[in-house]
């Protein structure tokens, strides 16, 4: 577990020295120069308006992050030849796998978590300290969390036997599919008029890839007459759901990257 910790050590500092933490200034200074454009709404259309900027960029900013942070993690240790030096040490292919995935989340934690609290202060400064909206939109951001953990854990698979540019389509498909067009393939699964291979192929598509449409929860603070029935179990449910794809992911990743060639 030591050579686990150290790789994700190493890992965290090496996407710090990326300097992908200025993201975070960016998206502070455009917050900034939108936000007192909204003077000129109602207090309530202000409030939605910048609430929905807020979680929509926190959301896309997460994800473009998180593909960035793990499509060249694989491929590049490969091409440096750094990866044989690891490898030459007590260290399993495995545990450098899980180390660089734990390296990543921890660095798209640490992301997140600055962003967050860059908006958080944003909103309170314009729409003043709502202490029930701000709790809102951390539990919110931990669900983001989850979502861009369960992206990286796909954008880790796919960088065992795929090119990083590719690795970079594919994800975002794969996100894209499931956020956008996951009520779409449940519709399909459940229309009696299909033909039942059409029925059988919305079913295989939705078993394969994650819901990740059901982490977008940021309704509720959007939308004041839109809440969560259960809201505790409800998010814990979503936590177990990602844990679980998680590890699927993690596992076909260790056994793929066992038998690549390096």
Not at 21 to 26: E, T
Request: with cysteine; charged share 10%.
């Amino acid at each position: 577990m030591n050579a686990v910790l150290s790789i994700a050590r190493t890992t965290l500092g090496e996407a710090i020295r990326r300097r992908v933490l200025l993201v975070i200034l960016l998206i502070a200074l455009l917050l900034l120069v939108i936000a007192p454009g909204m003077n000129g709404l109602t207090a309530r259309q202000s409030q939605t308006v910048l609430l929905s900027l807020i979680l929509g960029v926190l959301q896309l900013s997460s994800a473009v992050i998180a593909i960035v942070l793990t499509v060249y993690m694989i491929p590049n240790e490969v091409e440096r030849r750094t990866i044989y030096t690891i490898l030459s040490k007590p260290v399993l292919r495995w545990q450098f796998l899980l180390g660089k995935y734990l390296g990543a989340v921890s660095a798209l934690g640490l992301m997140i978590m600055l962003m967050t609290g860059t908006m958080i202060a944003v909103f309170a400064a314009f729409q003043g300290p709502n202490v029930e909206t701000l709790a809102s939109l951390a539990r919110v951001a931990m669900m983001y969390f989850v979502q861009m953990c369960l992206l990286a854990a796909v954008a880790i698979f796919f960088s065992t036997f795929v090119q990083p540019v590719v690795n970079f389509f594919l994800s975002g498909g794969v996100y894209l599919v499931g956020t956008v067009f996951g009520s779409l393939f449940a519709t399909i699964a459940e229309s009696q008029q299909l033909p039942q291979a059409v029925r059988v192929a919305a079913q295989i598509v939705m078993l394969i890839v994650p819901n990740f449409g059901q982490y977008n929860v940021q309704n509720s603070v959007i939308n004041s007459g839109a809440q969560i029935v259960g809201e505790g179990i409800y998010y814990t449910n979503l936590a177990v759901y990602g844990v679980v794809y998680i590890s699927i992911l993690l596992l076909g990743a260790m056994l793929v990257f066992d038998r690549r060639e390096v």
